[in-house]
């Protein structure tokens, strides 16, 4: 988890029993996403982030590379809590201009088989009716590749833009997501029974009426009395992402996630962080493992060890130290524009991702100091909240593979540098190297991304809260 790993020599031979890494690629419908400054790199084509021939290019360059899926995240605001404003933000092209992550994926799964998409959208700001629908229809339209990654918003600015004076509370939203989910669970899971279309030319009966059934919701924030208006998909429930690791997060994970994304600067922090998931979900009578754990990297490679410093070296030049400020204010809801350069971070309070606050509070440098707002800059500037492991294909699988054991990770979400020069590199010198140790899968398992995931089939398991809500489970509860 160093920016400069040292190289080390490795067995070659391959285990049948090595436990595989996974991996997915953390995009977002923007310029230069978690590396600011990057898109000025003749290599980067995220520019380009508004033609769906980036898109359609990308998701078939996971596909070789056998990726889990693309994890595409959003926010419905700009980052100006930086200065109080989001002039940096827009100069420095920081998650702004940003487009809807949602329009992208049917032209993805078009030209793809097996990729999955993780869909980033809020609790905060839509409905939850209409937003049932819109994930039940690419549910149908990628054949069950759908997961949406739940997230509750952090942003002030997006408050605003919604009517609001200022984001609800940490935990409060939180609150108000989990009767998202049990308003989404309902329509998804308990309104249309499997068989409720018959399709039947003979009587001229599509839909049996007797077999859709209202969910009337009736709750503290949402009243949904209806039907849900599509048809059971394959998966019925996308499979859920969360990337909260905040205590009430992870709570929220253990009772919903079947994937979730983290960051931690150091193996201790991760290893901490896996471990209080691990537990979280048996205290909420799940196993352990029902849920991937991927931990955010950048991977930054070539040939040779020296090939890819030269490399970081290179991306460092371009990398743009007030646009990784202007998002770290963002993240951690404090304006880093306050404080000296070199002073220290020290503990702050955070109603934004509390998880991202702690860490880089605890965050120390070699001497044991913790970072001042320097030290953030320069280690965020590329990758954002995680670290970012250099080195050659040999240095870096085995770098992987030893995270892995250390931190019981399943996987890791790929952050870029450029795009999609960061990916291929990978592809190209990574993955050959974990699968000579039996580390990688060499094809996808067929079916549903839940099943890929898990191996238990298209739905829900029975121990999953959402599991429930199927039509006749609570009467029969």
Same mark, same amino acid.
């Given at each position: ?236 429930? $996308?499979?859920?992402? %969360?990337?909260? &690791?905040?205590?009430?997060? /992870? #709570?929220? *994970?253990? @009772?919903? +996630? ?6 931690? $600067?150091?193996?201790? %922090?991760?290893? &901490?962080?896996?471990?209080? /998931? #691990?537990? *979280?979900? @048996?205290? +909420? ?20 060890d020296e090939a890819a410093q030269a490399k970081y070296r290179d991306y460092l030049s371009y990398a743009s130290a007030e646009g990784a400020l202007v998002l770290n204010s963002g993240w951690m809801g404090v304006d880093l ?141």
């Amino acid at each position: 988890m160093t920016r400069t790993p040292s190289p080390r020599s490795v067995a070659t031979v391959s285990d049948p029993k090595q436990r595989q890494i996974r991996f997915n690629a953390f995009d977002m419908n923007c310029v230069a996403h978690q590396s600011s400054g990057l898109w000025r790199h003749p290599r980067d084509r995220s520019r380009h982030y508004n033609q769906l021939s980036y898109w359609t290019d990308l998701a078939q360059l996971l596909e070789r590379g056998r990726f889990d899926g693309i994890f595409i995240a959003d926010v419905l605001g700009t980052y100006d809590v930086y200065g109080g404003t989001n002039e940096a933000a827009l100069r420095t092209g920081s998650q702004v201009p940003v487009n809807d992550p949602i329009l992208l994926v049917s032209a993805m799964a078009s030209v793809t088989e097996h990729l999955g998409f993780g869909i980033t959208a809020g609790t905060a700001y839509e409905h939850p009716y209409p937003f049932a629908r819109r994930i039940s229809t690419l549910d149908h339209l990628t054949k069950g590749r759908i997961g949406w990654n739940v997230v509750t918003g952090y942003l002030p600015s997006a408050a605003r833009n919604m009517g609001q004076t200022d984001q609800l509370s940490h935990d409060d939203r939180y609150d108000v997501a989990d009767e998202y989910l049990e308003v989404l669970y309902k329509l998804w899971e308990g309104s249309w029974e499997d068989d409720a279309v018959v399709e039947d030319r003979e009587t001229g009966v599509f839909t049996d009426p007797a077999k859709v059934h209202p969910i009337e919701h009736h709750g503290q924030h949402f009243d949904v009395p209806g039907i849900h208006l599509s048809e059971p998909s394959v998966q019925r429930s $996308p499979v859920v992402y %969360q990337a909260g &690791a905040s205590p009430r997060g /992870i #709570r929220f *994970a253990a @009772e919903n +996630a079947e994937a979730v994304f983290v960051g931690a $600067p150091t193996i201790p %922090q991760l290893a &901490a962080t896996v471990g209080k /998931i #691990r537990d *979280a979900l @048996e205290a +909420a009578g799940r196993d352990r493992y029902a849920a991937r754990v991927y931990t955010l990297l950048t991977v930054i490679t070539d040939e040779t060890d020296e090939a890819a410093q030269a490399k970081y070296r290179d991306y460092l030049s371009y990398a743009s130290a007030e646009g990784a400020l202007v998002l770290n204010s963002g993240w951690m809801g404090v304006d880093l524009s306050q404080y000296d350069l070199d002073e220290p971070l020290g503990n702050i309070e955070s109603n934004a991702i509390q998880s991202a606050a702690a860490n880089l509070s605890a965050a120390t440098g070699e001497d044991g100091s913790n970072w001042t707002v320097r030290d953030i800059a320069e280690h965020t500037a590329i990758g954002g909240l995680g670290p970012v492991a250099v080195g050659s294909g040999s240095t870096i699988a085995q770098q992987l593979i030893d995270i892995q054991e250390q931190t019981d990770v399943d996987g890791f979400n790929l952050a870029y540098a450029v795009t999609p020069g960061t990916w291929e590199d990978v592809i190209e010198f990574v993955v050959p190297e974990l699968r000579a140790r039996g580390a990688y899968p060499e094809e996808y398992v067929e079916g549903s991304l839940r099943h890929k995931l898990h191996g238990r089939g298209d739905r829900l398991p029975d121990e999953h809260r959402g599991a429930q809500y199927r039509v006749g489970a609570r009467a029969t509860a």
